[in-house]
């Protein structure tokens, strides 16, 4: 329940506050993006080359259902259409029903470019800003508050 909201706000928030410092900033931001990007798609390749090589699972017990019934899983899918489904959904058709479905990968793309284009449109966006800004405080402090009362159970 929190985790959309956080990492929506905190997205937006931060590639915000880094148009409005400078160039520089930009420019560090643009070195940060393609760093974060390559090493994602290293370890996403890595995984996925892996798990075809190695098949874990495969040749292990089916799993047997409540009734005795067999329920096999049916993704026999290739690494290409793997790697197709990850980059169709960097852009979700509708940022509502990706939130919805857990499309954490779609709603990061959507956050980075609403904040990019909200910077950029200077004075007239400055009032969205601050309340972005805002509410990504009440979402920390909202998690904060989660972290400190959940040893209590």
Not at 11 to 24: D, R, Y
């Amino acid at each position: 329940m929190m985790v959309l909201p956080l990492i929506a706000g905190s997205m937006i928030a931060g590639v915000c506050a880094l148009q409005e410092t400078g160039a520089q900033t930009g420019r560090m931001a643009k070195v940060a993006l393609m760093y974060f990007a390559g090493t994602t798609t290293v370890a996403v390749m890595l995984g996925l080359l892996l798990v075809v090589t190695i098949r874990p699972g495969a040749g292990g017990a089916e799993w047997v259902g409540p009734a005795g019934q067999e329920e096999v899983a049916t993704t026999d899918k290739t690494m290409i259409e793997t790697i197709l489904d990850i980059f169709l959904k960097l852009f979700p058709s509708n940022i509502v029903a990706a939130a919805a479905n857990m499309n954490v990968l779609g709603v990061v793309t959507f956050s980075l470019f609403f904040g990019t284009v909200l910077s950029r449109l200077g004075p007239s966006g400055a009032t969205l800003i601050n309340g972005i800004h805002v509410f990504n405080e009440v979402i920390m402090n909202m998690v904060l508050a989660i972290l400190w009362l959940s040893p209590l159970g």
